[in-house]
């Protein structure tokens, strides 16, 4: 598996994307601001990732996504991992991300890979989605934001 940043002539793997974030509009505003990096295994796109540059010296892992079928198969990590190396090499001191209160696996996910809780956006679903988002049989209502310093 070869991760790389996504070149600018290339479209991002929307789809791929929109399984992280449901919202068009949400993720072609930060995949326009941020660096899209992908991961391809056999001329296939398996996973993706955003880093998005937030204050000085902060940057925020903004979407982190692996194709259903590849799965359990470690990527997410990989790629969660990646961006953290990425951010360190580019002088970033912290790496933030954020996810859904109802996203068990993703908040396992990103404890494993050294970051912390540090706080928690209520209602951050409810007010910045216009459907309902439900996860686990949980309704995804606050987001859970983490951190790690570099």
Known sequence: MDIRILN??????????LLADPSIKIVEEYVNRGDCF????DNEVIGVYV????RPETVELVNVAVAEKHHGK???????MH????AKVE????????TGNSSIGQLALY???GFRITGVDIDFFIRHYEEEIF?????CRDMIRLSQDL
Not at 91 to 98: A, D, M, N, V
């Open 74 to 80: 470690g990527i997410g990590k990989m790629l969660v």
């Open 83 to 86: 961006a953290v190396q990425k």
């Open 135 to 139: 996860e686990n049989d949980i309704q």
């Open 51 to 54: 880093l998005l540059p937030t």
């Open 111 to 113: 404890q494993k890979c």
């Open 38 to 41: 992908i991961a391809e295994m």
């Open 8 to 17: 600018k002539n290339e479209i991002p793997p929307m789809d791929l994307l």
């Open 91 to 98: 002088g970033f001191k912290t790496i933030e991300i954020g």
